[in-house]
């Protein structure tokens, strides 16, 4: 028993060698025991860049306002000349540097868009720069105006905006026609727009007045000394004769003046009078692409179409009263494609709430 005992105990010694041995050949070299603990992973928090400051828009400089028409140049080349104050308008004209212009007015925009010129000219258009007239209101026998009033337009078409305005009888000098349109030269009274920055005033030029003939000239007097010369010679004093009791003149009487008999006196010059009136309704846009304006008076009670409302160098602010009810004050006229809808020209423009 005791031998069994002793070789049972070496047999398992021996079992448990073999096994340590066997699993320490298929343990990689260097592996790290199994209770080593795990290496700490360091995370990074990402930090975020600060938002790039917004860069300040450059104030625009606000240009002197235009009192009465005044010279000017073109600062650059191409600038281009639209049909109404706003970078969406259509291009009617360009312009060289130094041509010379006529400021006509200063065009102030209360709400510009982004990147647009708050501050535009309304200039003279160039004569060579022509406009565009519908053939059917120029008699052709004798090339001038047949309606009372023929509104001007940058192209050949309707949807081109208003540059000008001609009285009934002006002569007209057409250049080219298209589409039943004709070109004609540019009359005096057509004007255009410009970016205020792109142009500037140049000084009138003064011109010397050269004295009158018949003005007497003062000239201060001049002291000579000559050398040598005899001491002058002191005239002795007239006595003054005592006054005498002179006889008044004898005056005529003035002719009588008879007037002329009133029937031969020149007729005195008949004014002019402006027919201005104040309308209130809704303001919209207008149905028909050959109405004679881009905005039109609506009714109150009715929704009917009151005036077409007209202003040259504020339609860009006709819009911001779109859809609002408003009191407009102008002069009030007819055009002839339209004898059922007068036109008025806004002198004021009133919101009412």
């Known amino acids: 028993m005791r031998i069994s005992f002793r070789a049972v105990i070496g047999t398992a010694i021996t079992a448990g060698l073999v096994a340590l041995h066997a ?5 990689p070299v260097g592996a790290a025991p199994t209770n080593a603990a795990a290496p700490k992973i360091e995370v990074k928090k990402a930090t975020a860049k600060p938002a790039p400051k ?11 306002p235009v009192l009465s028409p005044e010279p000017g140049v073109a600062k650059q080349n191409n600038i281009k000349v639209r049909g109404q104050a706003s970078v969406n308008s259509e291009v009617i004209a360009h312009l060289q540097k130094n041509d010379p212009i006529t400021i006509l007015e200063l065009v102030t925009l209360k709400k510009p868009k982004q990147d647009e010129p ?3 000219f309304r200039i003279a258009l160039p004569p060579q720069v022509g406009v565009w007239v519908h053939s059917t209101y120029v008699d052709t026998n004798t090339s001038t105006v047949k309606p009372r009033r023929l509104n001007l337009r940058g192209g050949p078409g309707e949807n081109y905006s208003i540059v000008g305005r001609l009285e009934k009888g002006a002569v007209v000098k057409p250049v080219d026609t298209k589409n039943g349109w004709l070109k004609i030269e540019t009359p005096t009274n057509a004007f255009g727009f410009v970016a205020a920055h792109l142009a500037e005033r140049t000084p009138r030029a ?12 003062s000239v201060p007097p001049t002291t000579t000394t000559v050398q040598n010369a005899p001491p002058p010679v002191v005239a002795e004093a007239t006595p003054i004769a005592p006054p005498t009791t002179a006889t008044p003149p004898v005056i005529a009487p003035s002719p009588t003046v008879t007037p002329a008999p009133a029937e031969l006196l020149p007729d005195a010059p008949i004014e002019k009078v402006r027919k201005v009136v104040s309308r209130e309704g ?3 846009g207008s149905v028909s692409i050959q109405a004679p304006t881009y905005f039109s008076l609506r009714s109150l009670d009715t929704g009917k179409t009151i005036d077409y409302v007209f202003s040259p160098s504020t339609n860009l602010l006709l819009k911001e009263f779109k859809g609002q009810r408003i009191i407009v004050t102008g002069e009030e006229l007819l055009d002839e494609r339209w004898p059922n809808t007068p036109v008025i020209i806004v002198d004021s423009l009133q919101a009412v709430p």
Do not use: F, G, R, Y
């Open 54 to 64: 917004p860069v300040a828009k450059k104030a625009e400089p606000t240009p002197e």
């Open 206 to 217: 003064i011109v010397a007045t050269p004295p009158k003939t018949n003005e007497i000239v």
């Open 23 to 27: 699993s320490a050949q298929d343990a």
């Open 282 to 284: 809704i303001l919209k």
């Open 118 to 120: 708050a501050h535009w």
